[in-house]
């Protein structure tokens, strides 16, 4: 597989927000078939790392809903938007560098853990199953509009996760995985089940 090919594909795949926010790169080295770091508040970049010596062990269909769900889940973090615990967390700050400025230590120290308090739950939020289910039905949304119906695109995002755990030698699923291969199976008709919200919302 000629990577330079594959990476104009998959960019005529993808939104074309994520074309914007987000850079292909080749990682030959990595033992993931796909992977990208979790995107820290000050990242201007999110890059989305590919083995393309395992990657093109998957099936096209199964290429284009991965990098679509990729691509959605880089793009629901958000640590900037308006929100309880993001003004927790500003007015924290801003107070913490007042009482700084007072010499208050004890106003310094309520600040600050009025911020981490904030900044935690910002974090889980941003961690959640809930993100990544999110990120599935994004990408079987996007599918929708390249072409595949719904249940098409949950059936290869579907096997797309369980194919790179075997390319990857895992030997079982992540719990992450697992939620949002039941939620997959849901949308293609495979099982009547869904994904209870309380379990979405677990780590």
Known sequence: MNPDLEIRRLLDVMPASGRMMTKIISKPEQSQVIDCPFPLPWSSERPILINFDLWRR????????????????????????PDLYQGIAIVGLLGGIWELTQQDVVGVVVAGGLSAIAVSRIWRNNTSSQLEIEADLTAVRVAQRRG???VEAA???????????KIEGRYSLSFAELIRSQNLRAIAGISPL????????ER
């Open 58 to 81: 998957l099936k096209v269909p199964q290429r284009d809903l991965l990098i679509l769900r990729t691509v959605g889940w880089l793009m629901g973090i958000k640590w900037f938007k």
């Open 148 to 150: 595949y119906s719904e």
């Open 155 to 165: 059936e290869h995002l579907l096997s797309a996760i369980e194919n790179v755990g």
């Open 194 to 201: 869904g994904v209870p919200e309380n379990v979405k919302q």
